[in-house]
Each structure stands twice: as structure tokens, then as C-alpha cells.
């Protein structure tokens, strides 16, 4: 199993960004995929979830309706669209494969992306 996030960076308050996972070593679309990230000196915390499906999602209380996450099987990635960007979404972003034919959860599964870091600053 093999996670490999990007497209992350450094974006002004109110910004935007949009984060890639590309999935290798397994059957991507019969797995729920997710987002985490952790902040220094914080705990990682669960950002979104979606669906074997791709039609299931479910969100952290502190992104909804900023953040979108969707995925592509045909390219095996997951994606996370974040929109009105603020100094508090500041950390690593990581990829997390979860459950075989589940549901969106925020339980994170034990495969996880390198990360990517987001900055978001004035």
C-alpha cells in the first residue's frame, strides 16, 4: 500500500488550495479513503471522509462547507478542495485508507500518506 499526497503550500487567509492523494498497491475503489492532518504541537484530527462509493462523505465540524473531499478511481486519487483557508488550517495533511466496503468514519485505518504541509498566513 502506497499513499502519496500533494499539492500542498503556503496561501494567504481566504485562499484556496487543492490536495492529491495518488493510491498505489491495492484495489482504491472498494476502500474508504479519509484526510487527517496535525498541527505542531497538536494531535492528529479527523478533516473528511468519503465513501467506497464516492458518494458518502462526512466532515469535521471545523471544515464543512469549506472543504470538499471526492475522489477519482479511475486514477486511484483522492482529493481535498479547501476554500476559505484561515491561519487555523495550518498543518501536515495526510492521506489515511480506511475500511474495505465501508463507510465514511473518522476512525483512521492503519495506512497513512507521508503528508503535506499547508500554510496558511498573511
Known amino acids: 500500500v502506497q499513499l502519496v499526497e500533494s499539492g500542498g503550500g503556503s496561501v494567504q487567509p481566504g485562499g484556496s488550495l487543492r490536495l492529491s492523494c495518488a493510491a498505489s498497491?491495492?484495489?482504491?475503489?472498494?476502500?474508504?479513503m479519509s484526510w487527517f492532518r496535525q498541527a505542531p504541537g497538536k494531535e492528529r484530527e479527523f478533516v473528511a471522509s468519503?465513501?467506497?462509493?464516492?458518494?458518502?462523505?462526512y466532515y469535521a465540524d471545523s471544515v464543512k462547507g469549506r472543504f470538499t473531499i471526492s475522489r477519482d478511481s479511475a486514477k486511484s486519487t483522492v482529493y481535498l478542495q479547501m476554500s476559505s483557508l484561515n491561519t487555523e488550517d495550518t498543518a501536515a495533511y495526510y492521506c489515511?485508507?480506511?475500511?474495505?466496503?465501508?463507510?465514511?468514519?473518522?476512525?483512521?485505518?492503519?495506512?497513512w500518506g507521508q503528508g503535506t504541509q499547508v500554510t496558511v498566513s498573511s
Open positions: 498497491g491495492f484495489t482504491f475503489s472498494v476502500y474508504v
Open positions: 489515511n485508507r480506511n475500511q474495505y466496503l465501508g463507510t465514511p468514519t473518522t476512525t483512521p485505518g492503519p495506512y
Open positions: 468519503i465513501g467506497w462509493d464516492g458518494i458518502s462523505t
